[in-house]
């Protein structure tokens, strides 16, 4: 069986756990998505997309 998950649910998985488990601050997790929305918007974004989804490809072992 398999199961398809957007990272955004993945990364807002770990967000949780870290405010769970280790004892992050909430704060923090909020200030890090508002870093990376506005990190979005920077001409850092399309490295950065190229990058995730390599490394996606590479986690799933799709190979085009």
Same mark, same amino acid.
């Given at each position: 069986? /398999?199961?398809?998950?957007?990272? %955004? #649910?993945?990364? +807002?998985? !770990?967000?949780? +756990? @870290?405010?769970? !488990? =280790?004892? %992050? *601050? @909430?704060? %923090? #997790? #909020?200030? #890090? @998505? =508002? !870093?990376? !929305?506005?990190?979005?918007? /920077?001409? =850092? @974004?399309?490295? $950065?997309?190229?990058? /995730? *989804?390599? +490394?996606?490809? %590479? $986690?799933? +072992?799709?190979?085009?």
């Amino acid at each position: 069986m /398999t199961v398809s998950l957007p990272l %955004v #649910v993945v990364l +807002g998985l !770990f967000a949780w +756990g @870290a405010v769970k !488990f =280790l004892g %992050v *601050r @909430a704060w %923090v #997790v #909020v200030l #890090v @998505a =508002l !870093f990376g !929305f506005w990190l979005s918007h /920077t001409f =850092l @974004a399309p490295a $950065i997309e190229s990058g /995730t *989804r390599s +490394g996606v490809d %590479v $986690i799933n +072992g799709s190979h085009d």
